[in-house]
């Protein structure tokens, strides 16, 4: 039979202050009922000193516990004091404090003679009276009086460790948990001595001491037993080994003796070395990794580096494991459905992951999430553009990591079978916006055993916990240098400077954007005429920075853009324009917005419009013509117009100012950030950057390559398939066919 545990009672005391000033008891005493504290004590100042009843008051609540482990007589588990010398402060003491030390309750660097100046960062013990000469007797004997006095009273055990010791606390204190600190507890790697060794150390026969090199540990209770015998012990020293000195001093005057068992030389690892961690710093081969795995301490660690190589190793390891639990709690939740009733618990029943959101329910046939279909070389989807790719770039690694995860599961659901060989049969994926990507696969596979088994497979790659990530330094205020590349004063240019006047002139605060113009003489007179244009608008806004960078030779992009970049600082913002663009105010504000120096340039996708003779035709097209699939495209295949720091642009390498006429200039600027080992390119749509319409003929002395990109370009921009086939139509009944 189960009892419940009595109430504390505790005697009457009727010479105990009451809990308030004043007349009254506890509800229920012989007093009658509590009551509230007297107004007139509550309000009443004292001129001279406190009434007694009032010392009482004060005094009763003043020593009430703090924290419920104070008033029960709890300790914290572990305190760790590191033997360290003055030079190892700011290398093996710093990355100590910086991995495994800020997971102890506590831990501390003794390092005799340390200043404030090189213990800044540290909670370092200087040890004062104590040399920093080796061997560290002194020092340790120093170290374990500190404990003794300062700390046995808060903690239940307590770790003499050295400063190339690395330690996993987590696991250390699940393991003390186990033990008993109020028994005297001597615990660590024993150590005998070799037979030739034992009269060097002035060890008897069955002393056992622990080696100093993978810790030893102390419960509360030796080192209470050991206290009173350390300067005795410590002026009776008999070797250079501080380790033995203090094991003979357990041994002789507190009888304790260190452990002896063979899980503890597992526990405490003697023999890591750097040679373990190789490329991804994982350990090389299966066998050291169980050791590691396994071990609670690792000595000696002596390269500053690895301890943060051990802590990333042990981090993950944990992480893994923490999965393994997770999974595990999932499964047996999953369970209890089979004894649940169907109409009270639905979620038991359901056939989605536990603990994530149901799949999204369409509300109609037009909101439907369909499914891409994927082989193991081609990817299918429902995209009028690209119906089928090969699988290439992140589609393949997605693909690649299914198929892994599919044939895992596949040998799970066979008793951990090898998986000797398997095909892929179907593949599909969709993407989830309310919790992820969901997969089916057929496998037919061929197992270890030799069967060959089928298997459809459902399974889901949910989205993580949202995590805020910290985004680049951008100036949200830097001017932007607009360059442009013209030849001659034709139409689409002064309709350029029409749109830079009324986006960055004529807004009531001016916009900080300076305009550089880059023009090819290439008649008589054009330098000039285009100056003529520019003069006017310089007078009406006389704050606006306008200039002008002639240059010698035939048009070309390429050229004519390098010439502008070369007229800006390395610290200013550049934005690559054509003349036949327009944009807005937001557009300048997203390429401040999306570009960092010495990190990341912006290339916008263009919204190219189609004619308007065939998006309106017969009709005068509005001022703002909409985005929509009749009006314009999205040129995802041009990456003409750039945002970009003059440092960054030099860095990549700059145009190909040998690329003579139209095209391919833009794509190769672009092939040299995306491979930038810092500098990424930012691509997204802009939907203030818009291509006004105008005919062009492609050259036939461009290159093979420019002229089919050059024709591709004017099919694509120049209406839709919808309206080209009915233009199309109405030609062919036009003439009666």
């Not at 204190?173 to 070799?194: A, N």
């Not at 920075?545 to 200013?572: K, M, T």
Request: charged residues 25%.
């Amino acid at each position: 039979t189960r009892h419940s545990a009595p109430a504390l009672q505790l005697p009457p005391d009727k010479s105990a202050p009451l809990p308030y000033p004043g007349k009254g008891a506890d509800q229920g005493g012989e007093d009658g009922p509590m009551h509230h504290p007297d107004p007139d004590m509550v309000n009443k100042k004292f001129d001279g000193e406190m009434p007694v009843e009032a010392k009482q008051q004060q005094l009763h609540f003043g020593n009430r516990p703090l924290t419920v482990s104070e008033e029960l007589g709890l300790h914290k588990t572990l305190y760790v004091g590191v033997v360290t010398a003055k030079k190892y402060l700011k290398t093996r003491a710093t990355a100590i404090n910086n991995t495994w030390g800020r997971f102890v309750p506590k831990v501390n660097f003794f390092a005799p003679g340390a200043d404030s100046e090189e213990g800044r960062d540290l909670p370092v013990i200087s040890q004062e009276g104590v040399d920093d000469s080796y061997p560290p007797q002194k020092k340790v004997f120093s170290m374990l009086k500190y404990m003794c006095d300062k700390l046995k009273d808060e903690f239940d055990w307590f770790l003499r460790a050295d400063d190339d010791l690395f330690l996993r606390p987590e696991e250390l204190m699940e393991f003390l948990h186990t033990l008993d600190p109020q028994k005297p507890v001597y615990m660590g790697q024993p150590g005998i001595g070799f037979k030739r060794d034992r009269e060097r150390l002035k060890l008897r026969d069955g002393e056992i001491y622990c080696m100093g090199g993978t810790g030893v540990f102390y419960s509360r209770s030796a080192l209470e037993r050991i206290r009173p015998h350390l300067d005795a012990c410590l002026a009776e020293v008999m070797t250079y080994h501080e380790d033995v000195e203090v094991g003979r001093c357990l041994s002789r005057k507190a009888g304790l003796q260190c452990t002896w068992n063979y899980e503890l030389g597992k526990l405490l690892y003697y023999d890591i070395s750097e040679k373990m961690f190789r490329g991804d710093d994982i350990p090389s081969d299966s066998n050291t990794r169980m050791l590691m795995t396994r071990a609670l301490t690792l000595h000696p660690v002596k390269d500053p580096p690895m301890y943060y190589k051990l802590q990333k190793f042990y981090t993950e390891l944990r992480i893994t494991n923490t999965y393994k639990k997770l999974e595990n709690l999932r499964l047996q939740r999953q369970a209890l459905c089979l004894y649940m009733p169907s109409n009270s618990f639905p979620e038991f029943h359901q056939y989605w992951p536990v603990d994530l959101p149901p799949p999204y329910k369409p509300k109609n046939r037009f909101d439907v999430l369909t499914w891409e279909y994927f082989t193991n070389k081609t990817l299918f989807q429902n995209v009028e553009q690209l119906p089928s790719v090969g699988l290439a770039g992140s589609d393949k690694v997605d693909a690649e990591n299914a198929v892994k995860t599919a044939l895992t599961l596949v040998s799970q659901l066979h008793d951990n079978q090898r998986v000797a060989s398997f095909t892929l049969v179907n593949g599909y994926r969709r993407l989830d916006p309310t919790r992820g990507m969901d997969y089916v696969m057929d496998i037919s596979a061929k197992l270890g055993s030799g069967d060959a088994v089928a298997e459809r497979l459902k399974f889901l790659r949910p989205f993580g916990d949202v995590q805020l990530v910290s985004e680049l330094k951008v100036d949200p205020y830097a001017a932007v240098n607009i360059i442009v590349p013209v030849s001659g004063v034709p139409d689409r240019f002064r309709a350029f400077l029409d749109n830079y006047e009324k986006v960055c002139l004529k807004s009531s605060k001016l916009v900080p954007a300076k305009l550089i113009v880059v023009v090819f003489a290439k008649l008589v007179g054009d330098l000039e005429r285009v100056k003529g244009v520019l003069e006017p608008l310089q007078q009406r806004y006389p704050k606006a920075v306008i200039r002008v960078v002639p240059i010698e030779g035939e048009f070309s992009r390429a050229a004519g853009l390098h010439a502008g970049a070369q007229s800006v600082a390395q610290n200013e913002l550049m934005f690559f324009v054509d003349a036949d663009l327009d944009f807005k105010e937001g557009f300048l504000r997203r390429c401040r917005r999306n570009t960092a120096i010495g990190a990341q340039a912006y290339f916008p996708v263009v919204f190219m419009l189609f004619n308007p003779d065939v998006v309106y035709p017969g009709k005068t097209p509005p001022k703002d013509v909409p985005i929509t699939r009749d009006t314009g495209h999205w040129a995802s295949y041009a990456f003409g117009m750039v945002c970009a720091y003059r440092k960054d642009y030099d860095a990549v390498g700059g145009f190909d100012v040998s690329i003579q006429g139209w095209g391919a200039e833009d794509v190769k600027l672009y092939d040299k950030f995306v491979a930038s080992p810092s500098i990424r390119a930012f691509r997204a749509v802009d939907p203030d950057l818009i291509h006004r319409f105008h005919m062009k003929a492609c050259d036939p002395k461009l290159s093979e390559n420019q002229f089919r990109m050059c024709v591709g370009a004017l099919a694509e921009g120049y209406a839709s398939k919808t309206q080209l086939a009915n233009l199309y139509l109405k030609s062919k009944m036009s003439k009666g066919s």
